[in-house]
């Protein structure tokens, strides 16, 4: 990387986390004299962030990095960095993988990408793709990255706001407390700051969002809570509408659910995995919530907002999933009283079909 390298383009996969880190990313880069462009063609840096989470966004990394690394009519490529959570859980094995790449930083560390990137401009040409000839950090540093970011440039009616991040639940099918590590809080008084100015800059509403989001506690001193928070950014003024995401069915207390009757400001709007129908599976995932539990709390949150809307997320295939266990996954809706579903080769077959024409265009 020379000294010219100004401009830089950041790639998001996953998340609503990964999209605040690649703004915040951003940030860190604007701060150093770098400018954004809005594809990878015209860029200098290249910053890929990823998500473990799913397998095709995994690939999708080593498929940006093989045409990023492709010389440029002039002979050039730009530096590519390897971040997010994939960086976190695979590190040098990136660079086996992909020689190409030069920066390799994780979730927690990302406050050090602009080192990192004067790290990979000292490494001599010749000794890229060496064992050691990149710049790596997948550190989880005790200080929190936040209280080494410059201020935010975001601008805009919405905006994500991280309170949050890492899990303590180590649910079995789940990365996250490997790739994230455990949960930590954001003082109130930052966020409150951090919020004020998303407002001033143009922002209207704020989602509010974490790995565990409902898990949150205020820091160090874990004397806050979410429904604390959100009351607390309810009054400042100009902020209109607050929502949050992703929750833990454990961590949904009755102060958070008589926020969304005392909050006119909170949304009636709740993403609560539930993962299965059966208490079975759903102890075999470690998720230390039954079938039951979580209906109860959805009764508990209807009846203070009975305009709630709901979405969840549902695991199809776990080990151990058989086929009297299949209708209970969607045991609170009304599909589950419904006859057995239409044969697996008659749905793969429809799926496969292109939809109707319609015979006329909808009303707009």
């Not at 601008?155 to 990365?175: W, Y």
């Not at 609560?272 to 039951?292: D, F, Y």
């Amino acid at each position: 990387m020379s000294a010219e390298t100004t401009r830089y383009y950041v790639k998001s996969f996953g998340c609503q986390m990964n999209v605040y880190d690649s703004e915040r990313m951003g940030d860190l880069l604007a701060a150093e004299g770098h400018v954004a462009v809005d594809s990878a063609d015209g860029a200098d840096i290249v910053v890929l962030n990823t998500c473990h989470i799913r397998e095709k966004a995994a690939e999708k990394l080593y498929s940006d990095i093989g045409r990023l690394k492709k010389p440029r009519a002039d002979g050039s490529r730009p530096v590519i960095v390897a971040a997010g959570c994939v960086a976190q859980a695979e590190g040098a094995e990136i660079g086996r993988r992909a020689p190409a790449v030069d920066v390799i930083v994780g979730p927690l560390a990302y406050h050090n990408l602009p080192a990192l990137l004067r790290e990979a401009a000292a490494i001599p040409e010749d000794a890229r793709g060496a064992r050691w000839g990149r710049a790596i950090d997948t550190d989880m540093p005790a200080v929190p990255k936040f209280a080494h970011l410059p201020a935010r440039r975001h601008q805009g009616a919405s905006a994500f706001l991280t309170v949050q991040e890492g899990c303590d639940k180590f649910c079995t099918f789940c990365v996250v407390p490997y790739t994230r590590g455990g949960e930590t809080s954001r003082p109130q008084a930052d966020l409150v700051a951090e919020a004020e100015a998303l407002v001033a800059a143009g922002a209207v509403e704020i989602t509010l969002i974490g790995q565990n989001v409902n898990a949150y506690d205020g820091g160090a001193a874990g004397t806050d809570s979410l429904p604390l928070l959100i009351a607390r950014l309810a009054d400042i003024p100009g902020l209109q509408r607050i929502r949050y995401t992703t929750s833990h069915p454990r961590d949904m207390t009755r102060a958070l659910i008589e926020a969304h009757r005392d909050i006119p400001k909170l949304m009636p709007y709740l993403h609560l995995p539930v993962q299965s129908g059966s208490s079975r599976i759903l102890k075999a995932m470690n998720r230390a919530h039954t079938r039951e539990s979580y209906l109860a709390t959805l009764a508990e949150l209807r009846s203070v907002r009975s305009d709630v809307a709901l979405s969840g997320d549902f695991i199809v295939g776990f080990p151990g999933e058989t086929g009297p266990i299949l209708p209970t996954r969607c045991a609170s809706s009304p599909r589950s009283a419904m006859p057995r579903p239409i044969a697996s080769n008659i749905r793969s077959a429809r799926a496969r079909r292109p939809p109707p024409c319609p015979t006329r265009c909808p009303s707009r």
